[in-house]
């Protein structure tokens, strides 16, 4: 099975940048549809964005859409989220997720995950 640990994450003022890495181990990350989910305190975890296992396809949540992009370098077996034009409610954990087969947006059908990188956003 694939193994996770997110990094990159940490304090930066609303509107700046932060870029949160995901590296993969004991599997091609190319075998997964890798997703970004994200929890606040208090809240559910919900969904960010996700990468297609054949890399051809992204999807985001609406909150995020044309601020944070989702990539992957194959080689590297990583998948990265840059974030910009941070915003005081982007405040989070912030976890990486692989599944298999079926293209999901839920958390709960991801089997495998990271253990999660803070990220604060401050004003």
């Known amino acids: 099975q694939v193994q996770l640990v997110e990094s990159g994450g940490g304090l930066v003022q609303a509107g700046g940048s932060l870029r949160l890495s995901c590296a993969a181990s004991?599997?091609?990350?190319?075998?997964?549809?890798m997703g970004w989910f994200r929890q606040a305190p208090g809240k559910e975890r919900e969904f960010v964005a996700v990468?297609?296992?054949?890399?051809?396809?992204?999807r985001y949540a609406d909150s995020v859409k044309g601020r944070f992009t989702i990539s992957s370098d194959n080689a590297k077996n990583t998948v990265y989220l840059q974030m910009n034009s941070l915003k005081l409610d982007d405040t989070a954990v912030y976890y990486c997720?692989?599944?298999?087969?079926?293209?999901?947006?839920?958390?709960?059908?991801?089997?495998?995950w990271g253990q999660g990188t803070q990220v604060t956003v401050s004003s």
């Open positions: 990468i297609t296992l054949s890399g051809g396809s992204t």
């Open positions: 004991g599997r091609p990350i190319n075998w997964y549809h």
């Open positions: 997720a692989a599944k298999e087969s079926e293209l999901s947006l839920r958390p709960g059908e991801y089997p495998y």
